[in-house]
Each structure stands twice: as C-alpha cells, then as structure tokens.
C-alpha cells in the first residue's frame, strides 16, 4: 500500500490502525528499517511476530512510541540521562533501554526487567501510533537472522501472504538498525553501535564515560542484534581487504566458486576485472554507505550470488555501526 500522497498516507494510517488494534501485524515503514509491527501491550500479537519471523523467543523488541510522554509508560523510571538523550536525538535512531513498565508484556523483553524504547522520525509510523495510542513492538519486517528490509518490496518478498498489510514509505533513509544506548548500566553504554555515535551521545551526556559491548555474564539480552550470526544474506559473506585485483582475485579463489557467482562490494580498490557476477562501488561516506548496504545485499541474493565479498570498512567511530552489520552477517 503505497502513501506517495495525502489520500493514500490518510487511508494507509486508518487501515494500519484498524488491523493493529485487532491484534493483527503490519509492515511499516521506519527511517532505519521497515518494521514488522504489532501493539506492545499484547502479547498476542508480539508473539505472533515471533512466529512470523521465526525469532528465538530469548531476543528482546524494541518498542516504538511517538512522544516521551507515551515513551514514559512504558517504562518506570525517567533518569536526567533519560531526559539528556531525548532532547538530543529523539526522534530519530536512538534506543535507550530502561526499566520497563508492567504494562509491558514478558514476550517483548524476553523476560528482562528492561525494555528498549525509540521515537522513530518516520512520519508515517508516527502518524499510526498516535492513532492507536499504544506503543508498537516492531522488530525488523524480515525472517530472522536474514537481511533487514529497506524497501517495500523486500519485505514482500519475505513475508508476502504472511501479514495483511506492507505498507510503501520508500527506502529507509538511515539504513541499518537505531544504536542501542542501555542507560540502566553504570556507566552507560552502546549495545549496539548505530549511526548515532558514541562520541555524540558522550556530547550529549556532558559529563561521564559512554561504555561499549553487552553486559558481560548477562543472561537475559537487554538488546535486539547481539546474536553472533545476524542480518546475514543467503549467500556466503566474506569482509577482504585487497591492495590491487591480483591480490583480490588470489584472495577469493580459495573459496573455490565460479567467479561470476562472487559478487564484490568495494569502497577503496574496485575491481575492472572481467568475470565477477557484480562489482559493485560503495560510496566512501559512511552515511551513505549505510543509506545503501543492506539493498546491495537483497541484490546479491536476487541475482543468484554464492560468494558476496565486501571490502573491510574503514577504522573509526562512524563505521562501527555498519562494521558490526557485516561482521555478525559474515558468521
């Protein structure tokens, strides 16, 4: 369902509205990623994400809200660092976690007592939670552990006759998942790297140290994509760095496979040899290297790759989000 002007958004937000409030799931669109989305205070429908998606019931939802004042029920306590956070970068890719309200069901936080909660800038999906006047549970609109949908018609192709409702806002215009900020840790820290990144929100805290990486011995999972093997395409993904073709080509011939089923994503050293099934020239700027990431790799996967080799990223705070992606899709 397309929302490409006034009457198709009205009618495409009555009719998200409608099924979300029957218990039913849609696809949405977000800024990061299309959604698969469900009411947060139904376990019902949360658990019938799980179902469609085939996720493992120990992965945590975020919860998607549209406002502090409907981001404050969902949780019990709303910190100074809260108010910090919010203020800076909501709405936008940021998800802070937080203790969580009782109101939220066991089945969104995977039986912890924190829940990740985001304000997203996609003005559709605002449009339909306020409609509602519920928070939604939306994870990723695609099978799990498979490549998160950037576009209407990747969702289609997943999860076609599976849900009643994909709803068309075009390509996201982030591109991966929101950075996960746990602000329940001391000191607080990323859990997932994002495009918000550690040196903005220390900026934004003013004073302290931002930590990095799960909590370690934690046995319930504060955040969603923290599974070693994530995001992965159906093909074989490999990260390289090569100094000229030669070295590119020695390198992927010990996978033993065709060369033109190996695609080659490239930033730096892009390859004019003959052969390859695709090369592809990712842009250098990691916004909009991540603006287009996960498109590249459905198109690997639609154009029969066995082999999909992505040129190592570059070193820095601003590519640790889409380091991350590829590095869990690469197990």
């Given at each position: 369902m397309a929302i490409n002007n006034a009457a198709l958004f009205k009618a495409a937000v009555a009719r998200a509205v409608e099924l979300l409030r029957a218990g039913q799931l849609v696809a949405l669109p977000t800024?990061?990623?299309?959604g698969l989305a469900a009411n947060a205070w139904d376990a019902d429908a949360v658990r019938r994400i799980f179902e469609v998606k085939g996720r493992p019931s120990h992965n945590p939802i975020i919860v998607h809200v549209a406002g502090v004042e409907l981001a404050r029920r969902?949780?019990?306590?709303?910190?100074?660092?809260?108010?910090?956070?919010?203020?800076?970068?909501?709405?936008?890719?940021?998800?802070?976690?937080?203790p969580r309200a009782k109101e939220i069901p066991d089945v969104v936080t995977a039986g912890g007592n924190t829940v990740?909660?985001?304000?997203?800038?996609?003005?559709?999906?605002?449009?339909?939670?306020?409609?509602?006047?519920?928070?939604?549970?939306?994870?990723?609109?695609?099978?799990?552990?498979?490549?998160?949908?950037?576009?209407?018609?990747?969702?289609?192709?997943?999860l076609d006759g599976l849900i009643p409702l994909i709803v068309d806002g075009g390509p996201s215009q982030v591109g991966i998942?929101?950075?996960?900020?746990?602000?329940?840790s001391s000191p607080p820290r990323v859990l997932r790297p994002g495009m918000i990144h550690a040196d903005s929100l220390q900026a934004a805290m003013g004073e302290g140290a931002v930590g990095g990486g799960a909590e370690k011995g934690a046995t319930v999972r504060r955040s969603?994509?923290?599974?070693?093997?994530?995001?992965?395409?159906?093909?074989?993904?490999v990260l390289l760095s090569w100094q000229d073709e030669d070295d590119l080509a020695a390198k992927v011939a010990v996978y033993g496979i065709k060369p033109d089923k190996i695609h080659v994503l490239a930033h730096h050293v892009i390859s004019m040899r003959p052969g390859f099934g695709r090369v592809s020239n990712i842009p250098q700027d990691a916004k909009a290297w991540a603006r287009v990431l996960y498109a590249e790799l459905h198109r690997c996967d639609e154009a029969g790759a066995q082999l999909i080799v992505v040129e190592t990223p570059p070193p820095g705070e601003e590519w640790r989000g889409i380091a991350d992606r590829l590095t869990r899709a690469s197990h």
């Amino acid at each position: 369902m397309a929302i490409n002007n006034a009457a198709l958004f009205k009618a495409a937000v009555a009719r998200a509205v409608e099924l979300l409030r029957a218990g039913q799931l849609v696809a949405l669109p977000t800024e990061t990623v299309y959604g698969l989305a469900a009411n947060a205070w139904d376990a019902d429908a949360v658990r019938r994400i799980f179902e469609v998606k085939g996720r493992p019931s120990h992965n945590p939802i975020i919860v998607h809200v549209a406002g502090v004042e409907l981001a404050r029920r969902c949780v019990t306590g709303w910190s100074p660092l809260a108010v910090k956070m919010a203020a800076a970068f909501w709405p936008g890719p940021l998800t802070m976690v937080l203790p969580r309200a009782k109101e939220i069901p066991d089945v969104v936080t995977a039986g912890g007592n924190t829940v990740g909660v985001r304000w997203p800038s996609h003005p559709f999906i605002q449009a339909v939670i306020r409609e509602c006047g519920f928070p939604l549970a939306a994870p990723s609109a695609n099978r799990s552990n498979r490549i998160s949908p950037t576009k209407a018609e990747h969702v289609r192709k997943d999860l076609d006759g599976l849900i009643p409702l994909i709803v068309d806002g075009g390509p996201s215009q982030v591109g991966i998942e929101s950075t996960v900020f746990d602000l329940t840790s001391s000191p607080p820290r990323v859990l997932r790297p994002g495009m918000i990144h550690a040196d903005s929100l220390q900026a934004a805290m003013g004073e302290g140290a931002v930590g990095g990486g799960a909590e370690k011995g934690a046995t319930v999972r504060r955040s969603p994509g923290l599974m070693p093997k994530h995001y992965a395409p159906k093909a074989k993904l490999v990260l390289l760095s090569w100094q000229d073709e030669d070295d590119l080509a020695a390198k992927v011939a010990v996978y033993g496979i065709k060369p033109d089923k190996i695609h080659v994503l490239a930033h730096h050293v892009i390859s004019m040899r003959p052969g390859f099934g695709r090369v592809s020239n990712i842009p250098q700027d990691a916004k909009a290297w991540a603006r287009v990431l996960y498109a590249e790799l459905h198109r690997c996967d639609e154009a029969g790759a066995q082999l999909i080799v992505v040129e190592t990223p570059p070193p820095g705070e601003e590519w640790r989000g889409i380091a991350d992606r590829l590095t869990r899709a690469s197990h």
